[in-house]
């Protein structure tokens, strides 16, 4: 977890490739069916256009629907997941029915910092997600939804605070201690 642009797919992908498991990205997961044809694909993209959240309840059966048919011990790496209160603790009953431990990796960067990455990203990638005109309402939204998440996380003792304003390699080598994996 972390802000927009704070490197939690490029983080996901190095931590599931040393654990050898998958990644499950709620971003990823969207943006491909935001992609498709219909009327679900339109709403999709025109909330991912407008750099809001998916209901909680579309959210929450994306991600308990890529838990399910895995067994505890299967290794998965959750990117963005859980954005709103009410995702986190689905999520938290999910893995708790299951018998699945998990951690909250926190990558923690400033709002500057997010701000920077993101117009640095929309400029090499041309993500639309990543217009200037949606960056601020991205901000807001993990102000007002995603830190509850995260603080009820940390209520839980889940959460791990990574210094996500370092290298690529010193994020991944602190995520590597912090889970034991160094």
């Given at each position: 977890?972390?802000?927009?642009?704070?490197?939690?797919?490029?983080?996901?992908?190095?931590?599931?490739?040393?654990?050898?498991?998958?990644?499950?990205?709620?971003?990823?997961?969207?943006?491909?069916?935001?992609k498709g044809h219909g009327f679900v694909a339109g709403k999709v993209k025109q909330?991912?256009?407008?750099?809001?959240?998916?209901?909680?309840?579309?959210?929450?059966?994306?991600?308990?629907?890529?838990?399910?048919?895995?067994?505890?011990?299967?290794?998965?790496?959750?990117?963005?997941?859980?954005?709103?209160?009410?995702?986190?603790?689905?999520?938290?009953?999910?893995?708790?029915?299951?018998?699945?431990?998990?951690?909250?990796?926190?990558?923690?960067?400033?709002?500057?910092?997010?701000?920077?990455?993101?117009?640095?990203?929309?400029g090499l990638e041309g993500r639309s997600d990543d217009a200037s005109d949606t960056?601020?309402?991205?901000?807001?939204?993990?102000?007002?939804?995603?830190?509850?998440?995260?603080?009820?996380?940390?209520?839980?003792?889940?959460?791990?605070?990574?210094?996500?304003?370092?290298?690529?390699?010193?994020?991944?080598?602190?995520?590597?201690?912090?889970?034991?994996?160094?």
């Amino acid at each position: 977890m972390g802000r927009p642009g704070s490197g939690k797919g490029t983080q996901a992908k190095l931590l599931a490739k040393k654990l050898g498991g998958d990644i499950y990205s709620s971003g990823n997961r969207l943006r491909e069916m935001a992609k498709g044809h219909g009327f679900v694909a339109g709403k999709v993209k025109q909330v991912l256009d407008e750099g809001a959240l998916l209901p909680s309840w579309f959210s929450s059966h994306l991600f308990v629907d890529a838990l399910l048919g895995r067994e505890p011990e299967d290794p998965i790496v959750f990117e963005g997941a859980c954005r709103r209160l009410e995702e986190a603790e689905s999520f938290e009953q999910t893995a708790k029915w299951l018998g699945r431990p998990y951690k909250i990796l926190h990558l923690n960067i400033s709002t500057e910092e997010s701000s920077r990455r993101l117009l640095a990203r929309k400029g090499l990638e041309g993500r639309s997600d990543d217009a200037s005109d949606t960056i601020s309402r991205r901000m807001e939204e993990y102000a007002t939804n995603t830190e509850p998440a995260v603080e009820y996380f940390k209520k839980l003792g889940m959460v791990v605070e990574i210094n996500g304003e370092q290298t690529v390699e010193a994020v991944h080598a602190d995520i590597a201690k912090a889970l034991g994996l160094s």
